[in-house]
């Protein structure tokens, strides 16, 4: 196992460049699936979840070739309809190839991908979604079978919306012939990442980025070449670090109007964010003052990607902030270690009350998921002594190579090794 070692204290100055979305490169690894024809990413972060997801493909009959950035999926192999347990369960992404997979075959199997730390995860959406363009859906024993036979083009309404299950039905419907609109879609850049990926291959999909979209079927879809957008939780995540420890720093490759709410609340707590032609520039006070009130949402509301950093970086500002995890069940389990640093933070069902105290000491933490473990390696940054978090592994999942960066930015952070526990 590995963990982060961090000596807290530096100030963090200078530039950092952010590559692209891990949440807009899984579903378009998924839809790679559509084409006939290669795909080739360019920007693609090289993160254990786009390895794990590349895997996946393999094992479907793909080849998968990764070249420093660059990641290139040939389909022409693809004969597998069953997703490998082991895998599907490795990554809760997986779930994103059932429209893909029914979009070509006509036929698939998936085992629940089961929950995670955050949350029970469930996939009745992406179930309600398919099944209204007719896939018959038999679940047998944690297994789910997929005929897709009789699929045809519908109407798809979300009760929530859900940005993997939204994701699932544009793949599924984008070769099914006829107009597939879906309500109440999600709203995320993502989402309209995965549109223009698709409409570049060929495809005839509109509304993406709002809560209408209307899938026109095409008969085929084109292999092509193209750059996911860049991630804009990892650039929050940046800008995170700047502010907490009264720092200075420009994330290039940053759009900043995928990160209003996130900018909103920094420039809140006395940060100065400006946007420099494609890059977002943060610089912070002397001492941050609380933000009043964060709650996260659906997308254009606050990301909920996000909430684990700005509750970390609360701890030490002046005054009381609130924090209110609205999207999923269980995700506050960073509060444990930060409360073990020193910081004083009340928790009640979804709420976290987080009055800022002065400093916060080094400690030795877990990582109990991927954006709770980043938020607990931005709490170390800021305090005083050393620090380890444990389970580098989890933080792995979303940030290439995250001690690099944030060295680089003048941070006293290295990867270590850890005997297993
Ligand atoms: C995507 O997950 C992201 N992952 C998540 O990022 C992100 O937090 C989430 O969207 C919300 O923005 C990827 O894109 C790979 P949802 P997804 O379906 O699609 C409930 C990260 O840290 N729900 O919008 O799984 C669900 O339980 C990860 O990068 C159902 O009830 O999110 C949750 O409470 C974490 N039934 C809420 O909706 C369903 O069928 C939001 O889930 C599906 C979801």
Redesign the pocket.
């Known amino acids: 196992m590995e963990g982060f070692h961090v000596v807290g204290g530096e100030r963090l100055q200078g530039e950092t460049r952010v590559e692209g979305a891990?949440?807009a490169v899984?579903?378009i690894l998924a839809a790679a699936l559509l084409p006939e024809g290669d795909t080739v990413l360019s920007d693609c972060p090289d993160i254990r979840?786009v390895h794990a997801m590349a895997g996946i493909l393999k094992k479907l009959g793909c080849v998968c070739g990764w070249n420093n950035g660059e990641m290139r999926v040939c389909n022409a192999g693809l004969r597998h309809w069953e997703m490998p347990d082991e895998l599907s369960k490795q990554i809760?992404?997986s779930i994103f190839l059932l429209g893909p997979i029914l979009g070509r075959l006509r036929r698939a199997t998936v085992t629940y991908p089961g929950g995670c730390e955050?949350?029970?995860?469930?996939?009745?959406?992406?179930?309600k979604g398919l099944k209204a363009l007719g896939v018959r859906i038999r679940e047998d024993g944690g297994v789910i079978c997929c005929d897709g036979r009789d699929m045809r083009a519908g109407d798809v309404y979300f009760d929530?919306?859900?940005?993997?299950?939204t994701?699932n039905v544009m793949m599924a419907a984008a070769l099914l012939s006829g107009i597939t609109t879906i309500h109440n879609a999600?709203r995320?850049p993502?989402i309209e990442d995965l549109q223009r990926f698709i409409n570049r291959m060929g495809g005839r999909i509109e509304g993406a980025g709002s809560h209408v979209i209307r899938v026109e079927g095409v008969k085929k879809l084109r292999g092509v070449d193209y750059t996911p957008i860049p991630d804009r939780?990892a650039a929050g995540t940046f800008l995170c670090a700047g502010a907490v420890t009264g720092g200075s720093v420009l994330v290039r490759n940053a759009r900043f109007n995928d990160l209003i709410p996130v900018c909103d609340k920094l420039r809140e707590m006395g940060c100065a964010v400006t946007e420099e032609g494609g890059a977002i520039r943060l610089t912070a006070p002397e001492r941050l003052r609380a933000f009043s009130l964060l709650q996260t949402q659906?997308?254009p509301g606050f990301?909920?990607?996000m909430q684990a950093q700005m509750l970390a970086i609360s701890c030490v500002a002046e005054g009381t902030s609130v924090i209110v995890e609205n999207?999923?069940?269980n995700r506050l389990s960073h509060v444990a270690d930060l409360t073990r640093m020193g910081a004083d933070i009340r928790v009640s069902g979804h709420t976290a009350v987080v009055r800022g105290v002065n400093s916060l000491s080094g400690m030795r933490m877990t990582a109990r998921d991927?954006?709770g473990g980043a938020a607990l390696v931005l709490a170390a940054l800021c305090a005083k002594g050393e620090s380890v978090v444990e389970r580098a592994e989890l933080v792995d999942r979303?940030y290439a190579h995250l001690e690099s960066a944030l060295s680089r930015l003048g941070a006293n952070i290295e990867r270590i090794s850890l005997r297993e526990a």
């Open positions: 891990k949440n899984l579903p979840d809760r992404s955050i949350g029970l995860r469930p996939i009745d959406l992406h179930l929530y919306p859900s940005v993997g299950a994701e999600a995320e993502e939780i659906p997308h990301p909920t990607d999207v999923f069940e991927l954006r979303g």
